[in-house]
Each structure stands twice: as structure tokens, then as C-alpha cells.
């Protein structure tokens, strides 16, 4: 997705924000354009406005566009959750976690009123598991066991790693499997189940029956709004 196309949806998705709202803010190179122009918004309209940050990433970012950011203790009701998605198919399922985040952003998209989703036209896949591999978050204690045992299930990956060839850590200073996946075959429900039923095992990149509207951009800066 351009950088032009990130902007032309976020400026459409922060014209639902209004006063007095709590927001919460995904993560990644479009949740970024979506603070800047959430903060452009706030200044314009003077809007008393709250929000709760996915990451620690996200909230350096809100805090230096002066973002009013809540302690995620004290988070109770979202209004309106933006994030994006890695792909999203027909029936509004997902797939997140490019950006390691979507643990904690899972749990702040079932904590709002109302998911908006933003993105563009490729990420549109006709099934989960089309174009991106499963992200899954695991406590990082008998990482061999964990991996056999998924294996043994059916999942293939590699654990995500730094430059370095350090383990990725998420901000819950857990660790990522990415689950190869095949565009043939179909991820559904019954995988995120079977992943989870795993001991060590804390949340997939799998959402499902949370996005609300959806704001899809276009090569020619078009944006569509899909209810």
C-alpha cells in the first residue's frame, strides 16, 4: 500500500471520530499516517479526545503527535478501534500480526464498539491464509516442545527473528511462530482452536466476528467504505 493511499483512507477513517470519544490506535506503517491524521483532526475540530495505544511503538508515536493517551489499566470501552489488516476476506475474518502487535490488539479490538478496518485493495484475499502466513504468539519456555507439537498438528513455521538472529519479542516479551500457509487451502476457525488448545500457546493472528466498517483504498487514491 502507498503512502498516498495509506493517507487518502486514514483521512476518510478520522472523519468518524468525534468529541469526546475514546480511540484506539493499531499498529504499523498505517496506524501511523492514522495518528497523524487523527492528531490534524483534533487540532482542526479542537476534539477532547482519548486513546489507548496497540504497542509501545504506537504510543511513542501518538505521544509525540500529542495525542491524550489513556493508562491501559484504566481502559474500559473503546468508541472506535482503527487498525489494519494483513488480509481480510468476504466475510470480514483476518489475518494480523505482521507487526507483532496483534495480541494486544485483539484484545482492544474486542473491547470496543465498533472495529474499523483500513486497507487497501490487496489486502481483499478470497479465504484466510491466502497471501499471508499465521502469526502466533508463544510464551518463550520449551519453544522445541511447543514447535513439535504443532507440528504434530499440522503447522509448519519458523519463529520470527531480529537482524541479529535474536528471537523477535512482542511487547508482552513473548515470542512469534509464523505458520507457513498455502493459497489452496483454507484457515478457519477450527485451527485457531486447535493452535490455542496448545499449552504455551497464547493467542493467534486469526479475527474473527470483530471488524465493523471497512475502509478500502485504491491505486488511484479511490476509497471505498464497506459496511
Not at 509464523?178 to 484457515?187: F, W
Request: with cysteine; aromatic share 6%.
Amino acid at each position: 500500500m502507498s503512502d498516498l493511499t495509506k493517507k487518502a483512507i486514514s483521512r476518510e477513517a478520522v472523519e468518524l471520530v468525534q468529541d469526546n470519544m475514546i480511540v484506539g490506535l493499531g499498529t504499523g506503517t498505517t496506524a501511523t499516517i492514522f495518528i497523524h491524521c487523527l492528531s490534524e483532526r483534533i487540532k482542526d475540530k479542537n476534539l477532547k479526545i482519548k486513546a489507548v495505544a496497540s504497542s509501545k511503538a504506537t504510543e511513542k508515536i501518538a505521544k509525540k503527535e500529542n495525542i491524550d493517551l489513556l493508562d491501559d489499566l484504566k481502559m474500559i470501552n473503546i468508541d472506535l478501534y482503527f487498525d489494519s489488516a494483513d488480509e481480510i476476506d468476504s466475510e470480514k475474518n483476518m489475518i494480523k500480526g505482521r507487526g507483532g502487535a496483534f495480541l494486544r490488539e485483539k484484545i482492544l479490538a474486542f473491547s470496543s464498539k465498533e472495529m474499523i478496518v483500513l486497507v487497501d485493495e490487496t489486502k481483499l484475499v478470497p479465504h484466510m491464509g491466502y497471501k499471508s502466513n499465521l502469526p502466533v504468539e508463544i510464551v518463550p519456555f520449551a519453544l522445541l516442545s511447543v514447535e513439535k507439537q504443532l507440528n504434530d498438528a499440522g503447522y509448519v513455521g519458523v519463529y520470527r527473528l531480529n537482524d541479529d538472529g535474536s528471537y523477535f519479542l512482542t511487547d508482552n516479551n513473548n515470542v512469534i511462530f509464523d505458520i507457513m500457509t498455502d493459497k489452496n487451502e483454507t484457515l478457519t476457525r477450527q485451527d485457531h482452536e486447535i493452535i490455542k488448545q496448545i499449552p504455551s500457546v497464547v493467542e493467534t493472528g486469526l479475527f474473527f466476528d470483530i471488524a465493523g466498517r471497512i475502509i478500502v483504498g485504491y491505486e488511484n487514491q479511490k476509497v471505498e467504505i464497506l459496511n
